[in-house]
């Protein structure tokens, strides 16, 4: 049998909520691996992390204020309620300081409110700092810029929500011909690139390039508008450069609007967390197969086994962290069957009868929604019988149950603050 991978915390799962874990295990001195068996969902991911923009089965209620005013208030049931406000704030100022001025929003408690691709307004606590420009709170009078290949970005119609919305400014719209031809399919990075690379735009010989050609075929359209909102497109390596520049050729500010996956907001974000695991002396290891099996005795995990290539390879540590998202993510496995935790078998309370998991409602208030494992105040996941499955595992983010994230707008709320409770406790019990 292979030599087990040894580490003293093996966090299962490569998003905010696993990547949460690792830096708070790795900052309280524990020897830390990650390990995730394929791209993480973060670069589908609007780039905005939320703590909570609407109170739970809100019926119409407005978004929420200020999300810690509101946390004292929501259901035993819900994971803030188990890890308390203190592990949200120190988890949000955690990643505070790996994000650093590349993220604004730490200056306050309050939501800000954020303009997005189809025109809602989308209450969040934390913002890239290119999105700063845009927020829905600002009366200087915009203009929302789209392209004309790009699709998932209608600025017209975009223009038209927000005013439907009764924003403070004044809002327009031009949608123009991106300066080098892009096909209809392209992916959004694609534009990316193109402005990272900057490019000559007209043939041999020519030195004008695309960024002051974009700049030029937006410039009829800017009138008195003081800020111009493009899609989220303005580079993956250089925005703020990109940015700097438009700004200055169109005596404007310049914001981007979140899109819907794939995200290049999403993908920076995912790249700066890794980064910062990785400065932080964490092992990563993302990519590779699934986790097959794994060993327990006593009630406490002693391996798992990762599938490479038909070879099952042990992984072993101390303490485990279960951070393998909900059934989007694949942590949540659901069949005619029932409802379970596919790795380590976690009980996941769901009715018997499969047509009591959702309502009659498209926007009812379904059950499924709230599928997850139970956790006890040490966020270890629960057996039926109430007791801990395993003394040395732990779950973070929505692999948890007991909330419905896409209605509060509370998943990387939730992921940072549970993932840094788990990361944490993990750590201090090695």
């Not at 020897?31 to 609007?46: F, G, K, N, Q």
């Not at 927000?162 to 209809?184: G, H, K, N, W």
């Not at 974009?214 to 493009?230: C, Q, T, W």
Request: aromatic residues 6%.
């Amino acid at each position: 049998m292979a030599v087990a991978i040894d580490s003293d915390v093996l966090v299962i799962g490569g998003g905010i909520a696993g990547l949460s874990t690792a830096l708070a295990a790795r900052r309280a001195g524990a020897d830390v691996r990650l390990v995730s068996e394929a791209e993480t969902t973060l670069h589908h991911a609007s780039g905005l992390l939320d703590v909570l923009g609407y109170p739970p089965n809100a019926d119409g209620d407005g978004p929420v204020v200020d999300p810690f005013d509101a946390i004292g208030d929501l259901p035993d049931s819900h994971p803030y309620a188990t890890v308390g406000e203190e592990a949200v704030r120190d988890g949000l100022a955690m990643i505070d300081d790996v994000l650093g001025e590349t993220y604004h929003g730490s200056h306050t408690d309050a939501n800000a409110l954020v303009p997005t691709h189809g025109g809602t307004v989308k209450p969040t606590a934390r913002y890239p700092a290119s999105v700063a420009a845009g927020l829905a709170s600002d009366d200087r009078e915009l203009l929302l810029v789209g392209f004309e290949r790009l699709t998932g970005f209608d600025a017209g119609v975009a223009a038209d929500h927000l005013e439907a919305a009764e924003i403070p400014a004044e809002t327009s719209a031009a949608t123009v011909e991106f300066p080098i031809v892009v096909r209809d399919d392209a992916k959004v990075t694609r534009y990316a690139h193109l402005l990272d690379e900057n490019p000559t735009v007209d043939g041999a010989g020519s030195d004008r390039r695309v960024r002051a050609a974009l700049a030029d075929a937006i410039e009829p359209h800017v009138g008195e508008a003081e800020r111009i909102g493009f899609p989220a497109v303005l580079g993956v390596d250089h925005p703020a450069e990109i940015r700097n520049e438009l700004e200055d050729r169109l005596g404007a500010a310049v914001f981007e609007v979140p899109m819907g996956p794939p995200s290049v907001l999403g993908g920076r974000l995912e790249d700066r967390l890794y980064a910062a695991l990785d400065d932080a002396g964490g092992q990563i290891e993302s990519g590779g197969g699934p986790i097959v099996d794994f060993d327990a005795e006593g009630g406490m995990i002693s391996a798992v086994y990762m599938d490479r290539s038909g070879s099952q390879i042990p992984y072993a540590a101390e303490q485990y962290v279960l951070a393998t998202g909900d059934v989007a993510g694949g942590g949540i496995d659901s069949d005619r069957d029932g409802v379970t935790e596919p790795i380590f078998g976690c009980h996941v309370p769901h009715p018997d009868d499969r047509y009591e998991w959702f309502e009659g409602e498209a926007f009812g208030e379904h059950a499924f929604a709230e599928f997850g494992v139970v956790v006890d105040d040490a966020l270890r996941p629960m057996g039926e019988g109430g007791t801990p499955e395993f003394s040395n595992l732990r779950a973070a983010g929505a692999v948890i149950g007991g909330y419905d994230y896409p209605a509060e707008k509370s998943a990387s709320g939730v992921s940072i603050a549970t993932g840094y409770a788990a990361g944490w406790r993990a750590a201090k019990e090695v």
